[in-house]
């Protein structure tokens, strides 16, 4: 969101809609031209076109205190919170998922939900998956929230598509260019 409040300070006149979807229905809106971009974790539709990606390592939301001085939590760490998942068919949950089936372990989401949530819990604190990239740095202030990376969890790749062939507006392009460049940086 910080990228968006920037580039709208440097051009007060363009709009920005941003909908948090699962993938299949970010794809479909994007191949659907109803909207411009989506920032995806792995797409797997072969007919976006990618405009920009990184690889990024697989991070949990946590609130400071729960984070208890840690620089990473391990699987085994996470029946220690309530785990907020991407839905089913999300490619950040399914790549935890071949992940924790590979040491036959199990995971029950709390809330499944692709938008960052504030940290939560007095008694058993949250810890939400996400993507580094996903998650501003202006919300993590705000709620005295954190990232930590998940252990021994392969980096998963985050990709801006686009419809194939579709030429942007002026904006969204220019926007395009500098959500890139913001990707290979993080």
Do not use: W, Y
Request: net charge neutral; glycine share 6%.
């Amino acid at each position: 969101m910080s990228l968006i409040k920037k580039f709208r300070a440097a051009h007060p006149g363009v709009r920005f809609s941003v909908l948090p979807k699962a993938d299949d229905r970010l794809a479909s809106a994007v191949l659907g031209l109803q909207a411009d971009l989506a920032l995806m974790a792995a797409p797997e539709r072969a007919e976006l076109e990618v405009v920009g990606h990184a690889v990024q390592p697989m991070q949990l939301l946590v609130a400071r205190e729960a984070a208890q001085g840690r620089t990473e939590l391990g699987l085994g760490d996470l029946s220690n919170f309530d785990l907020i998942l991407p839905p089913p068919g999300h490619a950040l949950r399914r790549h935890l998922e071949h992940r924790i089936n590979q040491q036959r372990a199990r995971l029950t989401p709390a809330l499944e939900t692709t938008a960052p949530m504030p940290p939560q819990g007095d008694e058993r604190p949250s810890a939400q998956l996400c993507l580094a990239a996903m998650v501003d740095t202006g919300f993590l202030r705000s709620h005295d929230a954190t990232l930590l990376p998940l252990a021994r969890m392969p980096a998963s790749e985050i990709a801006l598509c686009k419809a194939p062939e579709r030429g942007l507006s002026v904006a969204a392009g220019k926007f395009a260019m500098e959500l890139s460049a913001g990707l290979s940086a993080a």
